[in-house]
């Protein structure tokens, strides 16, 4: 992970739809649109020019951010992984010092979506546990604050490792 930045197959394939989409229906959408209300006279007071404008700027903008991540990767497919350790790619199952217990998959940058239990593995979160096994307690500094979790499962795509 040392020069590529990795990322999930399925986040590598869902950051590049995006970006097809963007790239090849949208812009060019948004960008008709512009020309049609260039074409109608005054642009100052134009809505629909200006609005347009701003979401242009909005397209290329993520299209940057988009092609920015999508370039040099390291492409990790969870289901080819092995090994007894926390890694890229892998889930892992933590409890908290009061027994509550998350599952989270430790993506690529760009990827993450905390909502559906996955995170950046540059997140201080899984900077903690990546390279422990099952069973290690881990302490975490957290801008919050530091939290002891205990690593009680790991998974690699589907399979359980322990």
């Known amino acids: 992970m040392a020069d590529k930045k990795p990322l999930t197959l399925q986040g590598y394939r869902s950051l590049m739809a995006e970006h097809d989409e963007l790239a090849k229906h949208e812009r060019p959408r948004v960008v008709q649109g512009v020309a049609n209300a260039a074409a109608e006279g005054d642009r100052s007071e134009n809505a629909e020019y200006i609005y347009g404008k ?37 889930t892992v199952v933590i409890e908290e010092d009061g027994g509550a217990k998350k599952r ?52 690699f795509g589907e399979r359980r490792i322990a």
């Open 54 to 90: 701003k979401r242009l700027r909005e397209i290329d903008k993520r299209l940057q951010y988009l092609s920015s991540l999508l370039g040099d990767v390291e492409i990790v497919d969870p289901a080819t992984l092995s090994g007894d350790k926390v890694c890229f790619g892998c």
């Open 104 to 155: 989270w998959q430790i993506v690529g940058e760009g990827e993450s979506d905390t909502a559906r239990g996955s995170i950046s593995w540059r997140s201080p979160m899984a900077r903690a546990l990546l390279g422990k096994r099952v069973g290690d307690v881990v302490t975490v500094e957290r801008p919050a604050g530091e939290l002891d979790v205990e690593v009680v499962e790991l998974w």
